[in-house]
Each structure stands twice: as C-alpha cells, then as structure tokens.
C-alpha cells in the first residue's frame, strides 16, 4: 500500500459528514456512519474534522478497519492524531498495521507516545500489561488535597480517567494507596490527600495477569479503574472497566463462532469477503464430515445385525441426537464454567463425579419416554414393532442411559483436555462434540442391542 496517497473520492461522502452536520450527532453516530464507507472515502472524511472530533472517532473500538484508514491518511496527518490518541489505542492500532506502515508511523511520534507504545507492545496478548493505559492520575503522598484537585484540572484532558487517582511514595514512587475522586471532592482543601485515600489495601494487578483474571479482580471489587504495578511496587498503568468490556465481548464473540464449528472471523460478519468466509468455514466443515464418515463405518460394522432387525434403524436419529445433545449441554456448561473461573483444571475430577450421575439420570428419563413411546404405538396400533417389542424397549432404554451418559462425561471432560494441552477449550465446539458422540452412541447402541436381543431378533 501507498501510504502516502491520498484519496480524494469521497465525494458525497465528505458532503454528508460536513462539520455542521456532524455538530448534531454523537461521536457513537459518527462511526457508525464511517463504518458505511469505504476505507478511502472514510480516510478522506476523518482528515476533514477538526482534531479533537477525529481523535474520539479513533479511539473508538467499534470503528471498522482504523488502522487501514490511518495507512490512507498523510503520514504526517495520521501522526499528529496519533499522538493525540491514547496509547493503549494506538498499540492497538499497530498491532493491525502492516510492518511498512507502523514502521513510517513510529517515526513520526512524539518521543513520549514512542516510548509507552513501545512498552505496551512488549506485553503478550491477552495480559493486563496488553490492555492497560499509561495515562492515569498519580501524586505523591506529600500532597495536600487543594494540590490534587489542582492538578486534576491540569491533566484531565490528557488522561484515560480521572475517578480514581494513584498516591504514590514521595520518594520510592510506590504505589501506597487509591483516593476516589467523590472523596477527594469532599475531603478538607488543607488536609493531606492520604486524609481522604481508601482505608483497605489496593486491589492491583501485574502485567502478565490474564484479561480473565482482570475482569474477575474489578467485578469482584466493583471497580472502575485497576492498577497495573510491577515486582517492586512501581506503577506501570491501569485497565479500565470499558477496556475489559471491549476485550471481553471480543473473545465472546470469538468463542461464540468457534462453539459453532468454525474457526473466528476476527471481522464484522458483514465485512469479511466471500472467500474469506469460505476459508473460515470450509475446514472445519470438512473436518466434521470426515468425523462424520466415522458413522457410516460403525453402521457397516453392524450391517449384519441390521438387516436381521430392521427396527433398530428406526431409532438411529434418536440415539445419535439424545448423545450429542447431552454431550454439547455439558460442554456449554464447563466452558462458561473455565472462562468465569468457576472451575479450575484441576476440577475435573469433581466434574466427572457430578457428570456421571446427571448423565445417568438424564438418561433414565430420555429411556423411559423412549419405552412409553413404544409402548403407546404398539398398544394402540400405530406401528407394529414385532412380537419382541418389549425387548425393543428395553433396548432403547439401556442404551440411552449409556449414550447419554457417555456424551455428558465426553462433553464434560473435553474443554479440560484442550486445556490441559494449551488450547482453547472453545474449540470444543457443539458439532465436534456431537460428532465425537454420535460415532460413540452407535457403538453403544448396537452393543445394547447385542446384548439384550441376542437369540430373538438377532
């Protein structure tokens, strides 16, 4: 890409967001109305707005393609809004970019934004060092509350937050405690700011801390801002609680099209191409076809037993969609389970021994409304199953208690097993299961029926 072309054919579209216009409407609306346009034609209409109203379009999460409409911008103009943004927005930005674009980009920063960048990059993804910001309050614990108000006015504009501002050692600059801007507003002008600062200890975090582990911490203490620190006590930067909710409805939205069986787009449905959504999908597909095929090698292994009792195929779609339904149920259930904390790797054990008798019971009800079922049509003449029909029963019953339960301890100990092995445990996704079960299930099915029917029907 060229970055240092510039598109002029945005036409209508720099028309309809004229600066009065633009004047009525949030900043919210206006990126809703960028995200309408092409990439070139919403370069074109961003270098038009004054500064302050380009910078909050771009430190908007929910605008489409930001990084690409910087590449399109003069370099010298995109710098300038760079330096304008926050910095844990901009190591968003050039987590996105192209090497050659960040590369004449990174050149252009103030020395001060180059530097935190530079930091914020260096965390792994997925970390509170990845997510936080540099740009909070902090004071030292020498000053007075008139002090600090004063130079809450000074940098308001300049930082993320101003809710919560860090007191620091006068002289180590340690992190020693938090004051609440509504105390600070009430405390005495004259007294120390450490008069009006939180009694109980600060709830921090270090930079490799998971996102996950992060959202826990600030759901848990109901807070708006949490302090990064590093081994010594220093003050590194701060999550605040939208920044969690972005990274968390992100990888929702990632695990939610993983559990369907596919791999995540990473873009707005309606802005991933056709072939790219054919390569999203196409593997995985094929992947659960072939487990699929798995199926029809277990029905051929059968075949003999089949064809002396026809009936058993009757049920076939019932046995295979009671396992996998079971199964994906318990999947679902540990999944949200391993992603809110409330189980641990080492939990598996207590999972199994809990799976186990609710996949039994589940299974006992399944089988005896399998039974009934027989039991009516035969009784009032719906369909005739032969005069071994109770054993038929029987065997539908015995064999949904066994595929019910194998499918909620399959289920169940899946997302453990990915984990255990680093990957995702949404990759555990509902069709995989059901496909691991219904190739199980027949195996199961038919071994019942061996065993039940063996010298009548078969």
């Known amino acids: 890409m060229n970055i240092n072309r510039f598109p002029l054919r945005a036409g209508h579209a720099a028309r309809f967001f004229s600066s009065d216009h633009l004047g009525t409407i949030t900043t919210a609306e206006r990126v809703e109305q960028l995200n309408a346009l092409e990439i070139s034609e919403a370069a074109a209409v961003l270098v038009t707005l004054p500064q302050q109203k380009a910078v909050r379009i771009l430190g908007r999460p929910e605008l489409h393609h930001a990084a690409a409409i910087l590449a399109e ?60 910001t540099t740009e909070f309050v902090s ?4 000053w007075t509350v008139e002090q600090t108000l004063e130079h809450v006015r000074k940098v308001e504009r300049s930082r993320e937050t101003v809710y919560a501002i860090y007191v620091l050692d006068a002289v180590s600059r340690v992190l020693t405690s938090v004051v609440t801007l509504r105390r600070l507003i009430t405390g005495d002008p004259g007294e120390s700011v450490l008069s009006v600062a939180q009694k109980e200890g600060v709830v921090r975090a270090d930079p490799l801390m998971t996102q996950e582990d992060v959202a826990r911490l600030i759901r848990k203490h109901n807070l708006l801002a949490l302090p990064v620190v590093s081994e010594d006590g220093h003050m590194l930067g701060i999550v605040t609680v939208d920044d969690v909710i972005d990274t968390m409805i992100a990888d929702q939205t990632e695990d939610a099209q993983k559990f369907g069986g596919m791999e995540a787009l990473g873009k707005p449905y309606m802005k991933i191409g056709f072939a790219g959504m054919i390569r ?67 939990d598996w054990w207590r999972v199994l021994l809990r799976e186990l008798p609710t996949g039994i019971v589940l299974g006992t009800i399944l089988g005896l409304v399998g039974f009934a079922r027989i039991v009516l049509w035969q009784n009032i003449g719906l369909f005739d199953y032969g005069e071994h029909w109770v054993l038929v029963g029987v065997t539908i019953f015995a064999a949904l208690i066994g595929i019910v339960t194998f499918g909620s301890l399959a289920g169940s100990m899946l997302p453990f097993i990915l984990q255990r092995l680093r990957l995702d445990p949404a990759s555990a996704s509902a069709p995989f299961v059901a496909t691991l079960v219904d190739v199980s299930g027949l195996v199961i099915y038919f071994s019942v029926a061996l065993l039940i029917l063996s010298g009548t029907l078969l």
């Open 73 to 132: 911008m003069p370099v010298a103009h995109a710098a300038r809004l760079l330096n304008a943004v926050a910095n844990d927005r901009v190591a968003d930005l050039f987590q996105e970019m192209s090497e050659e674009v960040r590369a004449h980009l990174f050149s252009r920063l103030d020395r001060a934004t180059c530097l935190a960048v530079q930091h914020l990059m260096g965390y792994p993804p997925r970390t509170a060092g990845s997510i936080m």
């Open 139 to 142: 004071v030292p614990d020498t």
């Open 280 to 346: 999203k999908r196409a593997g995985w597909l094929c992947a659960l076809f072939l487990g699929e095929m798995l199926t029809a090698s277990a029905m051929q292994h059968f075949e003999g037993e089949l064809e002396r009792a026809i009936v058993l195929t009757l049920f076939v779609p019932l046995i295979m969609s009671s396992g996998g339904n079971s199964g994906s149920q318990a999947t679902s259930l540990i999944i949200r389970a391993l992603a809110l904390g409330e189980l641990k790797l080492s």
